[in-house]
């Protein structure tokens, strides 16, 4: 009697999981459509982009210290 009630509880779970799988996929609903890329134009955009005059700054930068041993040794 017990492995009944557990190949009934199995076969119960697995058809109301599926059930609740396929009511999510289907849903009903429709999505709505995408929306198409604006379309832009050769004469919009600018010829020749502002440069920008400003020095570049460095992505990284070294600090080299000597120190002399005599100065620290006693």
Known sequence: ???LKQILFTFAAVAGLSLAVSAQKGGGQQRPPKE???VIKPGDKP????KD???KKPG???FVALVNE???SG
């Open 60 to 62: 990284m930068s070294y």
């Open 53 to 55: 005059d400003r020095p």
């Open 1 to 3: 009697m017990k492995i």
């Open 36 to 38: 198409k890329p604006p």
């Open 70 to 72: 005599n100065e620290y």
């Open 47 to 50: 010829k020749n982009p502002p």
